[in-house]
């Protein structure tokens, strides 16, 4: 549980001038355009002090009530990563094989997409996303945390920003269901997998979709 809060200064703001806050806002802009999910990565290894600085960033993010409703696994054990993927693949045979419904078949169709995950293995890290539904407090205490699944997303896409800042590339991976994850990572019953963040390389030959996003004037309306 979070001690209370108390109040000081912004001390850490800093003002910049408009056309500099417009650089910087055009080069934010433009260096997260570049990122794309990447499903073809190297087994090159990622300094664990990389990963801890992004989860950092991700940690930074607002949340209900300050309750950082959160925990971050970082696999890099080959075995426990081994075990995830057949597990992951399991549930990915049955999802592929009749638990889908088809029209979402055809929508992941021109992604390439299918029951077979090596990236599960060959990445060197594992970042699995864990939203806890209460906290505990001294004695076993349960602790209400609010807002959890916004809170864990605004956590989750300032990871992928700082991993993508850091140079790396990632997959968001969502096996359905995801129970498996908390019984392979020994988490506690308040925490439920939210996602697993695949962190590394691209492979040489690594290869994305030919894909176009959708542009300001239809994801955002000023009035």
């Not at 940690?59 to 075995?79: I, K, R």
């Not at 019984?183 to 040489?204: C, F, K, M, S, T």
Request: aromatic share 8%; charged share 20%; net charge neutral.
């Amino acid at each position: 549980m979070m001690a209370p809060a108390g109040f000081a200064s912004l001390a850490d703001y800093t003002a910049y001038p408009s056309e500099e806050m417009a650089r910087r806002a055009r080069d934010f802009a433009a260096e997260l355009g570049r990122r794309r999910t990447v499903r073809d990565f190297s087994a090159r290894p990622v300094d664990r002090a990389v990963v801890e600085d992004c989860l950092r960033a991700a940690g930074s993010a607002p949340s209900g009530a300050n309750m950082q409703p959160w925990h971050f696994v970082a696999v890099g054990d080959p075995e426990l990563k081994r075990r995830i993927r057949r597990a992951a693949e399991a549930e990915e045979a049955a999802f592929y094989g009749g638990r889908a419904p088809d029209e979402w078949l055809a929508a992941l169709a021109p992604l390439g997409t299918g029951a077979a995950k090596p990236f599960l293995e060959t990445a060197p890290w594992l970042i699995v996303i864990f939203a806890q539904s209460y906290g505990q407090a001294a004695g076993g205490r349960k602790v209400k945390h609010y807002y959890v699944a916004e809170s864990v997303g605004i956590a989750t896409g300032l990871l992928v920003a700082a991993v993508h800042h850091a140079g790396l590339v990632s997959l968001t991976h969502t096996p359905s269901p995801m129970g498996f994850l908390a019984d392979l990572l020994g988490r506690p019953p308040n925490e439920r997998a939210y996602l697993i963040l695949v962190v590394g390389h691209p492979a040489e030959d690594a290869q994305v979709p030919v894909i176009a996003r959708k542009p300001l004037e239809e994801i955002a309306t000023f009035v």
